[in-house]
């Protein structure tokens, strides 16, 4: 191999379109449909709109999902070969909880940036309608023995040990292995820790139900969004939605102290969607006629201890990565935080965005202005179909830094599952 093979250039990835379902929120109108269903139909989506039916349009498809049952074992490629796209397109699968969709973009775009393909598509798909539901473990184990026994009366001897109790399925928990608690009690430990106010969080959700409903509104997303089984909407966004009426919500999580502040309208809702992004080389773009929305010029990702660190004091909260993943990006890239026009945090609770703004201002960035902040709302009013929401943030994010008139910088800070956390920077030159 030539040293020119071991040291290529880097190239600009172009962030060219996405397109998604509209997100529904769980046991709802996508109850029956699966993680391929509903992702084939967002890639099917932009398939159509950016003209990619013909062999070799497309260079790779990465996706994920994060509950998967085993038949999704092959997730990305069994997408395509349900889809428009050509059979012939390779594709892989990738997880990282919550960040999954922006960590496929990530993905896609450094194959780009490689010159090891011109053009890419990347996603995600969850739904918590179709949770896989385990086999009970100790049928499992019985099932497991008559399988190794030899003869059958070995078989039938271990078969008999099974009881009704178990058949009782293995339902998934929304709960951190290493804990014991669920997300949003987390979440409730680190606003505890940055003192962040129920009024606050109540008002960050307003915004965001306000926000996304005047960008449908507009016609913002009509180029994004994707009707499928009857929405043409994300179901979960209340137009109507005002600090007084969140106000008389009652808490959820964080109910075994004092004062709880975190209720279902300052949490996102369980959720099912799907959501993809076309990614390319800027030639790429040109040759088809095609003007970039956007690029992405930088990524980190970072991990907290939220076993054995600080969480009590908030530092190492199971949602604080991006404060330490941010900071280290923004170095790098000779930034901070007002070098940018739009941010989008992730709002996995609204209490998790304050307290990230929190730690940012703490660790010298600065504040962020709020008209700057999910200007067409998020996850608190889309909702958040774990790999899906990347996907949305980049494709949103690109598409309103193309309507500025003037160069623009854009942050994604995403959270996720298990400590981490996943940052992005998109440029519009």
């Known amino acids: 191999m030539s040293p020119q093979q071991l040291s290529p250039s880097v190239r600009r990835v172009a962030i060219v379109g996405g397109a998604r379902i509209p997100f529904a929120r769980s046991d709802g109108p996508y109850a029956t449909a699966s993680n391929q ?26 996706a994920g999902a994060v509950l998967k049952h085993s038949r999704d074992f092959n997730l990305a490629r069994e997408t395509v070969l349900g889809s428009a796209l050509h059979p012939r397109t390779p594709a892989y699968d990738i997880q990282q909880a919550c960040g999954t969709g922006l960590q496929a973009v990530i993905a896609a775009a450094n194959k780009i940036a490689l010159g090891q393909t011109e053009s890419a598509v990347a996603g995600g798909a969850d739904t918590a309608s179709d949770a896989p539901l385990g086999v009970n473990d100790r049928l499992r184990r019985i099932l497991l023995e008559a399988r190794r026994a030899k003869t059958a009366g070995a078989r039938l001897k271990a078969l ?23 997300m949003g009690e987390h979440a409730a430990v680190t606003a505890r820790a940055w003192g962040i106010g129920r009024a606050a969080q109540d008002e960050l ?74 990614l390319a ?39 604080m990565a991006p404060a330490y993943a941010v900071p280290r990006m923004l170095e790098r890239a000779g930034l901070d935080l007002a070098d940018f026009e739009l941010i989008e945090i992730h709002e996995a609770f609204a209490s998790q965005v304050l307290a990230t703004l929190a730690a940012w201002e703490k660790r010298g960035l600065g504040t962020v202005d709020r008209d700057r902040l999910n200007v067409a709302g998020s996850s608190l009013a889309t909702g958040h179909p774990f790999a899906a929401t990347g996907a949305r943030i980049v494709a949103t994010l690109a598409k309103l830094l193309a309507e500025r008139d003037a160069p623009a910088r854009g942050l994604i800070s995403v959270c996720a599952a298990g400590g981490q956390g996943v940052t992005a920077i998109l440029e519009r030159a």
């Open 37 to 62: 269903q509903m992702l084939t139909a967002a890639l099917d989506g932009l398939v159509e709109r950016y003209g990619l039916q013909e062999p070799g349009a497309v260079g790779e498809f990465v």
């Open 160 to 182: 008999a040990k099974v009881r009704p109790s178990h058949l009782v399925p293995d339902i998934p928990r929304n709960a951190e292995p290493r804990t014991g608690l669920s």
């Open 281 to 319: 080389s800027e030639e790429w773009a040109r040759e088809r006629g095609l003007t970039p929305l956007a690029y992405l010029t930088a990524y980190e990702t970072a991990a907290v201890d939220f076993v054995d660190g600080d969480v009590a004091g908030g530092e190492d909260g199971l949602l």
């Open 205 to 278: 959700a307003a915004a965001s139900h306000q926000r996304l409903a005047a960008a449908y509104e507009r016609g913002f997303f009509q180029d994004l969004v994707i009707p499928f089984r009857g929405l043409a909407r994300d179901q979960n966004l209340r137009p109507g939605s005002t600090v007084e009426k969140l106000a008389a919500l009652k808490p959820v999580f964080g109910l075994d102290h004092p004062d709880p502040t975190m209720t279902a309208g300052n949490s996102t809702p369980l959720t099912d969607g799907a959501a993809t992004v076309l």
